[in-house]
């Protein structure tokens, strides 16, 4: 897989699954677009260690429609056009029925839909209209397990990602006779800094144990799976959504 002379867009790329994505790209030649929200300085470490120099940084709040039309549009000025597009950025917060009080529901739910599918959602719009008018792109969802399987302690974000879900089969269906092919990606836990927490705590060796490899995913095995979809091999597979779990949760 190869993407030289490609431009893609990576949200949420500041550090986790979206710097290696970031990674994975610019080592296979692409210009990497770098979108982060509030960590500037995680971003700036992001494009360092990238191969190349042609990398860059953009700023947006993804709950702000006018911010995500205002990153787009540098990024479609500064790259020429955009060929792939990971909508990878994404929030998770703790907030189970029994410990949460209304006010703080209401406004985990906000952000979470705001951030994970409207945000995504927008980009994906303004993104697919760019490409049309270039002929065609790729468009990749970091989605999640808990999509399927349910989230009890974060059921706003299981419900967001299984809007995404639904989100990438339409436009799949809506984009594909102009070129553009969309997929998710749907990882469980993987070895990140949000997910240390878990990993490292009393629960840990539990979340490990529910993969019969006994470990959770590496993002250098989500980022080839990205790849792998956004390259120009798997076409046909427009809409599918690829489960990367180590077996942990099987949908039937």
Known sequence: MEFFHKGVLVTGASRGIGREIAHQFA?????????YNQNKQAAQETRDSLEGNSHFLVQADMMDSASVKA????VAETMGRIDVLVNNAGV???????DTDYAEWQDWWRRTLGTNLIGAANVSYLIARHMMEKGGGRIVNVS?????RGEPHAPAYGAS???MNAMSQSMAKALAPHN???YAVAPGFVETEMAAPYLEGPEGDSIRGQSPMGRVARPEEVARTVLFLASTAPEFMTGSIVDI???SYLRT
């Not at 080592?27 to 677009?33: D, P, Q, S």
């Not at 998770?92 to 029994?98: A, D, Q, S």
């Not at 999640?144 to 399927?148: K, Q």
């Open 245 to 247: 779990n180590g077996a």
């Open 71 to 74: 990153m787009v549009d540098t």
């Open 180 to 182: 553009i092919f969309v």
């Open 161 to 163: 990602k299984a809007g």
């Open 27 to 35: 080592e296979k030649g692409a210009t990497v677009a770098i979108h």
């Open 144 to 148: 999640s397990r808990g999509a399927f």
């Open 92 to 98: 998770y917060g703790y907030h189970p029925i029994p």
